[in-house]
Structure formats: C-alpha cells, structure tokens
C-alpha cells in the first residue's frame, strides 16, 4: 500500500500519528516487539485495514508470537524474500446497550470477560443465543472467548484449546452457582446476548482492559467482528501444538524460566 515500500517507521502503538497513517494505508507491515499483549493491540489495530502483523517476542509468555528475539535477523531475511503466509484470527464485535441507547462497542481478538466488581456475590447474567434464551446464569462470571483467546483466561476456567484459525466462540461460566456448568462452543454466525439481571456490580472488561460497569439491565451483544486480525507466520504448520507443549507444562510467568 505504501507509496515508499522501503519507508520504515518506529513508533508506539499508542502513537495518534502511527494510527493514523495506519488507518490512511500507508503502511504495509506492522512489527510489534514485546510479548502477547502487544500482538493482540497491534493485530486488532491492523485488521481493519488489513494489515498483517509480524511479533518479536520480547515478553515472558509469547503464545501468539513465533520469533523468538535470538531469531528475528534470520526472520526478517524471510520476511523481505517472500517466505512467509498470513494466519487469520476471527475477532468478536461487542456492543453495550443501555435500554435503546448504545454506550460502547469494542472489537476484541482474545476475550470479554464479564465479573463481579467490588461484591463477593456472584453475578445474574441471562443469555439469549440469537434470540432464544440459553440459561440465567448464577457466577463469578462468564466469559467469551475466541479460538486465539482459548488459551487464555478460557483455558484456565475449564473451557477446552481451540485451534486458532478456527471461527468459533467459546462460552465458559465462572465458577457457576446451580446452573448451567459447562463450556460451549457457539458458531460464528451466532449472536450471543448478556443482560445483567441481579443487583449485584457486574464489569466487562474486553481483552484484559480495565472495565466498564454494566447497571441493572445493562446489555452486551456479540457476534463475529467484520475484521480478523493477520499474523505472519513462516510456514511452521505445527508451532501451534509445539507451543501448547512447550508452555502449558512449564509457565514462565510463574517463576518456571524460559520454555527450552
């Protein structure tokens, strides 16, 4: 897209110019260094306009990202010889109603996790899935989850590994009271709705940001976003697998050192 392919641009993510340009087309490529968190903004600010995303694991963890920062002069030779594809995620489109009003809409490419906020009670969510209603949930909290985010938060609640180029969403209770205990797994062309229904605090934080409050009523619709984020991969098929071995057996976040 950009006029000038050899143009190389360093700045923050953050950066009100860098999105900008970004949302003008001129760029081509985004390499984030740093660790998942930085992937997921960067894969979610690139996939509107389509650009895919090349991560240089700078962080503890690194589930999404394929070089490592021992690797990246040998990756980028591959990078600029053509010798790499894009892997596509699905997003999920989230929108929070208040009676008739829409208050917020977030994409999201790993999780929105709906909690309790300062109680210890639990929550009293109800969800309809495309309009019919599922269960009246009684939780700590519910989550949805892509197939990147299955990994996550998901992952850790009970919810079972999704490949991550499939397009599924995952629906996993919290710690569930006398209901409805299992995890499932919901197509893409489902509509997923979750009204706040006790009076219990419930927060919604999408991809791990710090919340916004949902009153009594409150509503979130999700299905599957028009956009999926693009992340560069070298043609390794397995990385997925080899990663849930490498890392699923020995954290790193915990104190465990870097996977071998």
Not at 44 to 60: D, F, Q, Y
Not at 71 to 76: A, N
Request: hydrophobic content about 40%; proline content about 5%.
């Amino acid at each position: 897209r950009s006029r000038s392919p050899e143009l190389v641009d360093s700045r923050s993510l953050n950066d009100p110019e860098f999105r900008e340009r970004l949302r003008s087309g001129a760029y081509d490529l985004i390499i984030a260094l740093g660790g998942d968190g930085t992937m997921l903004r960067a894969g979610k600010l690139g996939a509107p306009v389509r650009v895919p995303v090349m991560g240089i694991n700078l962080g503890h963890f690194g589930f999404l990202i394929e070089t490592q920062k021992d690797e990246w002069i040998s990756r980028l030779d591959d990078l600029l010889a053509g010798r790499w594809e894009t892997d596509k995620r699905m997003m999920i489109h989230l929108s929070h109603y208040r009676g008739e009003e829409k208050l917020h809409t977030w994409e999201i490419l790993n999780d929105v996790v709906l909690t309790r906020a300062m109680s210890i009670r639990p929550v009293h969510l109800s969800v309809h899935i495309n309009d019919i209603e599922l269960a009246e949930y009684v939780a700590d909290g519910l989550i949805l989850a892509t197939a990147t985010g299955s990994t996550a938060y998901s992952q850790s609640a009970g919810g079972p590994i999704l490949r991550p180029d499939m397009r599924n969403m995952l629906l996993v209770p919290v710690a569930p009271n006398l209901c409805v205990d299992r995890c499932l797994v919901l197509a893409d062309t489902d509509t997923v709705s979750f009204t706040v229904t006790g009076n219990v605090e419930v927060m919604a934080s999408p991809d791990g940001t710090a919340g916004t409050q949902l009153d009594f009523g409150d509503r979130i619709l999700a299905k599957a976003s028009d956009h999926s984020a693009l992340f560069v991969r070298f043609g390794d098929k397995g990385i997925f697998y080899r990663n849930i071995t490498r890392y699923m057996q020995r954290n790193p976040t915990i104190g465990g050192g870097k996977p071998t």
